[in-house]
């Protein structure tokens, strides 16, 4: 089925372009085979609609989070990266809604990692010399272009990119790693978001390193089975894994790691308090499964 609702949409859409385009029907035959097409393309879109919401409520009673539910429902009617795009710009602006309204406080068990982006001084100077730009793009665009829908475009596109940076800050700070009920849930921004279960952490370590590139965000190191989550080009959390796992990246999972190297503003207390988790769940294992043996000798 869903195979079926990700063909249907692009067919429908280009097989009613074409019978208007073509002209090789009657006029009126035309427009009945497109109100045809159009009323199918609905009934399809309906018929998806509720597929996405089915699914979005069902992944929410489950506990995941709001933006994944809302993806993976997405995802039934098409394809998985054009999900994602769709998702990741209202998940930005939400980001700076709560960021101009100071509702991103962060609790004990979240830990900031924006303190040392470049984007803390970037910022500030988009929105001091944006108005200053866009009054010169503008007033260019009026002298030299004679078509009004160009400067209105240039205008749109020139504040969206100004909203767009500062949702991608918005979002940095907003989205912070979190210490979860079964693990850790590490971040950067809207961009990168991945969960480590605690049971698969074997060490967690208070470390300097620069990152590959020395830029920021995800960056992956394949033939040394690590990824770094840079802030300033440089990291200071190692976690090492029992097994290689994999976090969502922009439009496409990142590569197997076995360590990741993250960047957070409290870098002991971080190291301090997943010690802790890690530690305890370790813990719960071995009472479980002594647990297990128990019963086990108890059946024999």
Same mark, same amino acid.
């Given at each position: ?8 949409? %692009? ?17 009126? #035959? ?26 979005? @409520? ?6 995941? #989070? ?34 101009? =309204?100071?509702?991103?406080? %962060? ?8 303190? @040392? ?12 010399? +944006? ?28 504040? $969206? ?6 949702? =991608? ?27 480590? %279960?605690?049971?698969?952490?074997? *060490? ?17 190191? %394949?033939?040394?089975?690590?990824? $770094?989550? +840079? ?10 894994? @029992? ?46 499964? #002594?647990? *297990? ?8």
């Amino acid at each position: 089925m869903r195979r079926v609702f990700k063909m249907l949409f %692009p067919l429908l859409i280009v097989a009613g372009a074409f019978l208007v385009w073509s002209g090789t029907m009657e006029l009126g #035959d035309a427009i009945l085979v497109v109100v045809g097409l159009e009323a199918l393309l609905a009934l399809v879109g309906i018929g998806g609609v509720l597929l996405i919401v089915r699914r979005y @409520r069902r992944e929410r009673e489950e506990g995941l #989070d709001a933006w994944a539910a809302l993806e993976n429902g997405l995802a039934l009617a098409l394809p998985r990266k054009v999900a994602r795009l769709i998702v990741h710009e209202p998940k930005v602006l939400a980001s700076l809604f709560r960021w101009v =309204f100071g509702r991103a406080k %962060p609790s004990e068990s979240e830990f900031g990692y924006h303190k @040392r982006s470049a984007l803390r001084m970037i910022v500030p100077l988009v929105v001091l010399t +944006a108005p200053i730009e866009l009054f010169a793009v503008h007033l260019l665009a009026y002298l030299f272009v004679p078509w009004a829908w160009v400067k209105w475009a240039l205008l749109i596109v020139g504040v $969206y990119a100004i909203f767009w940076l500062l949702g =991608f800050y918005a979002s940095i700070v907003t989205l912070p790693h979190r210490l979860e009920e079964g693990g850790i849930r590490i971040r950067y921004g809207a961009f990168t978001e991945g969960f480590i %279960p605690y049971v698969e952490i074997t *060490d967690v370590e208070r470390t300097n390193r620069r990152a590959p590139k020395f830029h920021d965000g995800l960056q992956s190191v %394949p033939e040394e089975d690590t990824l $770094y989550l +840079a802030i300033g080009g440089r990291t200071n959390v190692t976690l090492r894994l @029992r097994a290689p796992h994999s976090i969502d990246g922009f439009l496409k999972e990142s590569p197997p790691f076995s360590v990741v190297h993250l960047a957070a503003d409290e870098p002991e207390r971080l190291v301090r308090e997943l010690r802790l988790r890690v530690e305890a769940s370790a813990a719960e294992g071995i009472n479980g499964s #002594d647990g *297990d043996n128990l019963q086990n000798r108890a059946v024999r």
